[in-house]
């Protein structure tokens, strides 16, 4: 719940959310940003926001406020999906109760801990020569093109992850596997592990059970790409970047 403006966005500031006649369905303790405690609420479906503000999801509040911020705010969807989705025991079915001393769910019955869910998930950007690959998933906007992405499976190793998810997805192989960085990706709760990786061989040959293309471009050719929320486009940027072009 934002008080929006064309370049800027601003949360309510309260002691008590009740303050303002609003009756939260759950609450968890965030945190302290600087010297503030936070705190994240659901609130029921049917109620309004407060005069001049309105309710905005992360993607439509990202560049409105500053990283630190939109982190925080990231933070608290999580944990809130997790408060949702995490009510009773998954053993036993027991209604569960938060843990005093860490940030978990206990089950009075069995004794079962739950911590709050978290999917991690590979990210790669491959190279060869002045080309990049890049491609286009179903379920993606028109027109919007990416690079490789996939969920770590049981058992796996992230290299082994990206190794995987590229032969599957385009039928190459790479080599040079190096981690570029990471990112909290709360589009419910992911972490996305970012790598690059050079190309070794074959032709690419999509699943076109997730994929709908796939093709290698330059920095001169690239399609629409991701905005600058996300850890794919800082890899496209450094690509960019490695070939002496600014980035978009």
């Given amino acids: 719940m934002v008080r ?46 407060l005069e001049g503000m309105e309710f905005h999801g992360l993607r439509r509040i990202y560049g409105l406020v500053d990283e630190e911020f939109f982190g925080l705010a990231g933070r608290a969807f999580q944990i809130m999906d997790w408060d949702r989705t995490h009510q009773f025991c998954g053993r036993c079915g027991t209604p569960l109760t938060m843990s005093t001393t860490e940030r978990a769910k206990e089950c009075p019955q069995c004794g079962l801990i739950q911590y709050p869910r978290l999917a991690p998930s590979i990210i790669v950007l491959i190279r060869r020569g002045h ?48 981690y570029f960085a990471s990112q909290p990706w709360p589009f419910p709760h992911s972490l996305m592990i970012g790598f690059t990786a050079r190309y070794a061989g074959g032709e690419i040959s999509i699943d076109n059970k997730e994929m709908e293309d796939a093709g290698w471009f330059t920095a001169d050719n690239l399609p629409k790409i991701p905005d600058k929320i996300s850890i794919a486009r800082r890899l496209i940027d450094w690509f960019l970047e490695s070939q002496g072009k600014p980035s978009r």
Avoid: M, N, W
């Fill in 4 to 49: 929006r403006s064309s370049s800027s966005a601003e949360i309510p500031c309260l002691i008590d959310i009740s303050d303002v006649g609003l009756k939260a369905v759950h609450q968890q303790y965030l945190g302290r940003l600087g010297f503030r405690h936070c705190y994240a609420a659901e609130i029921p479906e049917e109620a309004t926001a």
């Fill in 131 to 178: 080309e990049l690959l890049l491609g286009r998933s179903f379920h993606f906007p028109a027109g919007l093109y990416s690079v490789i992405a996939g969920f770590v499976e049981p058992g796996e190793t992230l290299e082994e992850a990206v190794q995987r998810e590229v032969q599957e997805e385009v039928g190459i192989t790479i080599a040079d596997i190096r």
